[in-house]
């Protein structure tokens, strides 16, 4: 019969939860150790997500009410609410969301602020890939403004890729609620 | 029950209750593990109850158990706690070969007092009768657990011969309405820890080599930034915050860069970076989307998601070859989310064929590919550290759970979640 070797392994008395390496104090070749899992700090970061009310004015009216309002904080609160909704699988910003963009331009450019274009995608397949098409429509977006004479210091393109679905399951409607980017001014 | 064993019970009995109060709040994030098939080759073995193991809250056969089963590997011979042998001598090994098994794992708990409890087990075969492992160790009460999956580990090395999985860990994200947590656990979800807790999205939790920091990216700024997180100590830093999105990192397997992916150029492109944050350099050059990159076990080569073609495919591209990548799929028109096996020679990653998403395996030197997973949603496989299985994340009945299939046999594990969805697993390294 063969025998293998014969390991002792001592436990370093009750340490604290952040557990201990038992040293081997017999043994006979080669010592094993009981592997002690370490307890994790756990870290709490809280962010906030900026506040959200829906816009009294129509994503078509959104230039010209941008550019007769009284002042910034009345400009902007026309903008809440709007984002810019994509096709299935794209990132061109169609004609019929040209307004919002319109809007937002009108805004940028008259009080020369910074803008966050986050976009975003359906629920479906891998994050790091949907972030990445999310990207795409956010740099999209970008560039449209960048054509209604936004400086590119101005704006800066992100994604959240699937990860803030505005619309929660699979339907075709919440899909088409998600593929979209949002802008976020700073508070 | 002997006189000098008697005083110690109920001072260990105790002094568990005591850790398992603590425990209580962590238990109602377990996950739970449930295995589901199995190989038709596995081996069978008998796991007998340890003698002196009832007083114990907690059970270290049934962890052993659990943790050989969910391999698909093995086979485990029903055993009663009448079976309990004390020593070798007792082995009577013609009669487990009637019952059916070709090995047989035994072993005894005694005091030592103090707390601390002698653990003493064998791994026998049986024909012909050969003792393939013979261990002893002390113990607090605390390491129970890494007792059960250490020795578990063990006796899958003696009885198979290759490198065993039990003691390591994975990390995955849960979200529980507007809260998302990273959370770290066992490999077989329990004593779950919660490394990182926010009010926004996390995602793509990778670990460095030596299993002592997390990289993952965090959407607390309004966009995605990587941040390195040392897990004992919580102290964790931004490595990436470039304009634009930062994300995918992954850790070179020597520990001292990682790959991320970076929109400055104003889309999604691999970069690689030191892991203190400088030297960032670009890798992979496209005017597409290049994404989810990961290195290969030497360090030499990078898989990555690139749809230069018109639709996602994977590429793999040397680190001192220049830009030149070479595409590795050509079926379907959607493969993301590679992984390199710990040997370098497969590939697991999803595929997206008739709206469902499946994990597959590629054989790099054959070209073959074939499926693992077998649900809908299926999605982040990630490796054991010795290859055998692959955790991935699937979709039940509109709840996110998350699967560990091995990669020999055709066996799953499910690891059910009790709560929440859990998503974006990743199995980190052996434990040091």
Redesign the interface.
């Known amino acids: 019969m063969k025998q293998s070797p014969f390991i002792v392994a001592i436990a370093a008395a009750l340490l604290a939860a952040c557990a201990s390496t038992p040293a081997p104090v017999v043994s006979n070749p080669p010592a094993a150790t009981v592997p002690s899992t370490p307890s994790v700090a756990t870290v709490d970061v809280t962010g906030s997500e900026p506040a959200l009310q829906g816009s009294k004015v129509s994503a078509a009216q959104l230039a010209a009410a941008v550019k007769a309002a009284p002042d910034q904080r009345s400009a902007q609160a026309l903008l809440n609410g709007h984002s810019v909704y994509f096709d299935f699988d794209q990132s061109v910003v169609k004609d019929d969301q040209r307004g919002v963009v319109e809007g937002n331009a009108a805004f940028l450019n008259r009080f020369s602020s910074k803008v966050l274009v986050q976009g975003n995608t359906d629920a479906r397949g891998s994050r790091e890939y949907n972030l990445a098409l999310g990207q795409r429509r956010a740099e999209s977006v970008k560039q449209s403004l960048e054509v209604l004479g936004v400086k590119p210091a101005q704006i800066e393109a992100v994604s959240f890729g699937k990860e803030k679905p505005r619309a929660e399951g699979d339907s075709e409607a919440a899909n088409a609620e998600n593929r979209r980017a949002d802008f976020v001014y700073p508070q | 029950m002997s006189a000098t064993v008697s005083g110690f019970w109920p001072r260990l009995f105790a002094?568990l209750l005591l850790s398992m109060t603590?425990a209580a709040n962590l238990a109602r994030a377990d996950l739970s593990v449930e295995v589901i098939g199995g190989g038709s080759n596995r081996y069978p073995v008998a796991i007998v109850p340890l003698q002196g193991e009832s007083l114990l809250p907690e059970a270290i056969t049934a962890t052993v158990k659990s943790d050989l089963a969910m391999t698909g590997a093995f086979s485990l011979l029903e055993t009663a706690a009448g079976d309990a042998l004390a020593a070798p001598a007792q082995l009577n090994a013609a009669a487990w070969q009637q019952r059916g098994a070709r090995a047989v794992v035994y072993g005894k708990l005694v005091s030592l007092g103090?707390?601390?409890v002698r653990l003493t087990f064998w791994a026998d075969t049986v024909s012909p009768?050969?003792?393939?492992?013979?261990?002893?160790?002390?113990?607090?009460?605390?390491?129970l657990?890494?007792?059960a999956?250490?020795m578990a580990d063990?006796v899958y090395e003696?009885l198979l011969g290759e490198k065993s999985l039990f003691?390591s860990?994975i990390a995955y994200i849960t979200q529980s309405g507007k809260e998302y947590r990273l959370q770290?656990a066992?490999m077989d979800g329990r004593?779950a820890?919660?490394?990182?807790?926010?009010?926004?999205?996390i995602?793509?939790p990778a670990w460095s080599p030596d299993g002592t920091r997390l990289a993952y990216v965090?959407?607390?700024?309004?966009?995605?930034v990587i941040y390195v997180?040392d897990?004992?100590?919580?102290q964790?830093r931004v490595l990436a915050n470039f304009?634009?999105?930062n994300?995918?990192p992954v850790w070179s397997p020597d520990g001292r860069r990682l790959a991320v992916?970076l929109?400055t150029s104003?889309?999604?492109q691999v970069y690689l970076i030191n892991a203190d944050g400088g030297g960032v350099q670009r890798f992979s050059y496209s005017d597409a989307?290049d994404?989810?990159p990961a290195f290969s076990p030497d360090g030499r080569q990078i898989v990555f998601?690139s749809d230069r073609s018109g639709s996602?495919q994977l590429y793999v591209q040397a680190l001192d070859g220049g830009r030149n990548a070479r595409r590795v799929t050509f079926e379907g028109n959607?493969n993301?989310?590679p992984t390199f096996s710990p040997d370098g020679r497969q590939i697991a990653y999803?595929r997206?064929e008739g709206g469902r998403?499946k994990v597959m395996l590629l054989d790099l030197a054959s070209g073959d590919n074939r499926l693992i997973s077998n649900s809908a949603?299926d999605?982040?496989p990630s490796f054991a550290p010795n290859g055998k299985m692959v955790l991935y994340a699937s979709e039940e009945g509109g709840r996110s759970v998350l699967y560990a299939a091995a990669t020999a046999y055709p066996g799953r594990v499910r690891l059910g979640t009790l709560g929440g969805q859990v998503?974006?697993p990743a199995w980190g390294p052996f434990?040091?």
């Open positions: 002094l603590a103090g707390g601390r009768r050969e003792q393939k492992l013979s261990a002893e160790f002390d113990l607090a009460p605390e390491q657990r890494d007792m999956h250490r063990m003696a003691s860990r770290i066992d004593r820890q919660t490394v990182l807790r926010s009010r926004l999205p995602m793509s965090s959407f607390e700024q309004q966009k995605p997180q897990l004992v100590s919580g964790r304009r634009g999105s994300s995918a992916v929109t104003g889309n999604s989307i994404t989810e998601v996602p959607y993301v989310s999803v997206r998403f949603f999605e982040s998503q974006d434990n040091p």
